[in-house]
């Protein structure tokens, strides 16, 4: 992709060179991908609330167990089971963990790039340039 962000192609076909096409590019990729990290954001949001009632589930069937074996006139060994359980219970929650950790920086991802996005078009529509920066 040598040069990609040298210049842009405008709606017409034709080239667009220095800061203005380079932004072009930009917004177009951003607006490319923004569904994508939408989506994978509710799809991350979806299986953390699954994670949640995963590990809600496993709560009521540890304690059941626990209490089933308080309550049994033979004897049971139903500890074995129960620490299953709660292992299970705890990688739940790990992976809901790693799982809000990489949603909250999808989140701040998406908000820089639409902080970005909104500072190169406000650039774009009053014609300032950074310092530094080609001219038109």
């Known amino acids: 992709m040598a040069g990609a962000g040298s ?3 405008s709606g017409a076909g034709t ?3 220095g800061p203005a096409g380079r932004d072009i590019f930009a917004e177009g990729l ?3 991908l923004r569904p994508a990290v939408q989506q994978l954001d509710s799809h991350v949001h979806a ?3 699954s994670q949640v009632e995963l590990r809600e589930q496993i709560d009521n069937l540890a304690t059941e167990l626990c209490r089933i074996n308080e309550d049994q006139k033979v004897a049971l060994d139903l500890d074995p089971y129960v620490k299953k359980l ?4 705890r990688r739940v ?20 790039v639409a ?3 909104a500072r190169r ?4 529509d009053s014609g300032v340039y950074p310092p530094g920066s080609p001219s038109k």
């Open 7 to 9: 210049a842009a192609v």
């Open 15 to 17: 080239p667009v060179a």
């Open 30 to 32: 951003l607006e490319f």
């Open 47 to 49: 299986v953390r609330e």
């Open 86 to 89: 709660l292992n299970a219970r």
């Open 93 to 112: 929650v790990l992976v809901n963990n790693i799982l809000q950790n990489a949603q909250e920086r999808l989140r701040r991802l998406n908000h820089s």
């Open 115 to 117: 902080k970005e996005t």
């Open 121 to 124: 078009r406000a650039m774009l």
